[in-house]
């Protein structure tokens, strides 16, 4: 007797210790959730994303999240509506999306896809879009709280990389956003490793350094007379 009275004690117990949230929408009924992409959230309900590391030549992101259900698949297309969070501060130009998320018969979740646009406003103010189920206009609810929305920070904001002292030998000791722009619009990127485990070496390093010089030499020789300025006014140079 006192066996199975130790059981049913430990099993309340067990009961007793869990929050709303972790058995909500395990009683029976189906509800649904939204997962942003793990490389960019980390398993969490948000992320950030910069424009600024990334040539100008690109001008969307695509978020690929899900909309999963946590029940059985149905034999049946089902919709899942999202919406747009008044928390939002993002331009309405600055975003799309799918509102209307489709899961297809037989599978456990759908796509949405939220895409960022890269405009001027994104280089000084970094925004927030906030992503929500939309349970006024759905048959499937939320279930979870801390998985009904993804919110999404993004902006076009460049700043001094925390290793330029580590660049100077390359790319001159004097920093400036328009400098640093120009570089990353002519490798295409503009994160360096060098000097840290496994990183970039000095020959890498030393390439990427003849590539910019050269394209600022070909900028300089196609602008007779205006060369690239900084936006203090300086020429940008990469010489010490």
């Not at 992320?47 to 049946?76: H, K, P």
């Not at 899942?80 to 008044?86: C, G, L, M, Q, Y």
Request: glycine share 10%; proline share 4%.
């Amino acid at each position: 007797m006192k066996k199975y009275l130790f059981v049913l004690l430990s099993a309340a117990v067990g009961l007793a210790s869990c929050s709303k949230d972790e058995i909500s929408g395990w009683v029976g009924t189906d509800y649904v959730r939204i997962v942003g992409p793990e490389v960019w959230t980390l398993g969490s309900d948000s992320m950030e994303y910069s424009f600024a590391a990334y040539a100008s030549a690109v001008t969307t992101f695509t978020v690929e999240a899900r909309v999963y259900v946590e029940g059985a698949n149905a034999d049946v297309e089902r919709t899942v509506w999202v919406k747009v969070d008044d928390a939002t501060t993002a331009p309405a130009d600055s975003y799309s999306l799918n509102e209307a998320v489709t899961i297809p018969a037989g599978q456990g979740y759908g796509t949405l896809d939220i895409t960022l646009h890269r405009i001027p406003a994104l280089e000084t103010e970094k925004c927030v879009l906030k992503v929500a189920l939309d349970d006024g206009r759905n048959a499937l609810k939320g279930g979870v709280k801390d998985w009904q929305t993804l919110t999404v920070r993004f902006s076009d904001i460049i700043s001094r990389p925390k290793n330029w002292g580590d660049l100077e030998e390359f790319f001159g000791a004097t920093y400036s956003d328009t400098k640093y722009r120009f570089i990353i619009n002519t490798l295409g990127f503009g994160s360096f490793t060098y000097l840290e485990p496994g990183g970039m070496s000095w020959g890498e390093m030393w390439n990427y350094r003849l590539l910019v010089v050269g394209a600022l030499g070909d900028y300089n020789a196609a602008h007779p007379g205006n060369p690239l300025t900084d936006e203090s006014g300086r020429p940008v140079s990469f010489d010490n």
